[in-house]
């Protein structure tokens, strides 16, 4: 079936240095769709960066993911973290305008 | 344009009682997700709903929970007789075509 693997556990990254969450996933579908969701402690999932166009890099509140369909991958980096940043985050992958099937989350925490 | 709305925002209950959320999706939304975040897990979904028909609730423990959208608008999440395993926070998600979902802020339920 389909299924969303990603950097496991704890990233834990020091203030200024970039950021890199690694996402596969694995679908028998030609055009997905994937996304990155950010939830902060006690807040709910909130939409980061979303794509189905290969090769294309989207970008959005200094965040930035391209959607590599050879490789399977979409993985999310920042060039540089910021302490705000520290917080779960989620990819997504969907085919069929409607179930997300999640990976298993990241968690991302930045010391000063 | 207004989010998600959820409410109550929070819930507790004895083991055996009843409790029903309620959701109001981005207006235009077409599809309408409820989700079960248990502490420390990633969103697990329960049922979703294209317009006023459920698509799939193969995830609903139908003996107690039970979920409507008859309108196809707002939306009401209920159990019937909740249990210490029903402790989580339920989320309400809405999307239309492959834009993604947004989350609502969600109901933390505590069973005591």
Redesign the interface.
């Given at each position: 079936g389909d299924s969303v693997t990603q950097t496991e556990g704890l990233v834990t990254l020091t203030e200024g240095l970039p950021v890199m969450l690694n996402c596969t996933y694995q679908t028998i579908y030609s055009n997905p769709?994937l996304?990155w969701y950010v939830q902060h402690l006690n807040?709910?999932?909130?939409?980061l960066l979303?794509s189905?166009t290969d090769n294309k890099r989207t970008e959005h509140q200094g965040f930035h993911a391209t959607l590599h369909k050879s490789s399977s991958s979409f993985h999310l980096q920042k060039s540089s973290a910021q302490l705000s940043d520290s917080a779960l985050y989620?990819c997504a992958l969907?085919y069929n305008?409607?179930?997300?099937i999640?990976?298993?989350?990241t968690k991302l925490s930045i010391k000063p | 344009e207004a989010g998600v709305t959820q409410s109550p925002r929070y819930a507790v209950l004895q083991e055996g009682q009843a409790v029903s959320f309620w959701c109001d999706p981005i207006s235009g939304h077409d599809?309408l997700?409820w989700y079960q975040q248990p502490r420390d897990q990633?969103?697990q979904?329960l049922v979703?709903f294209?317009d006023e028909a459920v698509?799939?609730n193969s995830q609903l423990p139908s003996d107690r929970f039970s979920a409507v959208r008859p309108k196809g608008t707002n939306s009401t999440l209920k159990i019937q007789s909740a249990k210490q395993g029903d402790t989580a926070?339920y989320?309400c998600a809405s999307?239309l075509?492959?834009?993604?979902?947004?989350?609502?802020?969600?109901t933390r339920l505590t069973v005591l």
């Open positions: 769709f996304f807040e709910s999932p909130r939409l979303k189905f989620y969907t305008q409607g179930k997300l999640f990976g298993q989350g | 599809t997700y990633g969103p979904l979703y294209r698509i799939d926070t989320l999307s075509g492959r834009g993604g979902q947004y989350f609502g802020p969600g």
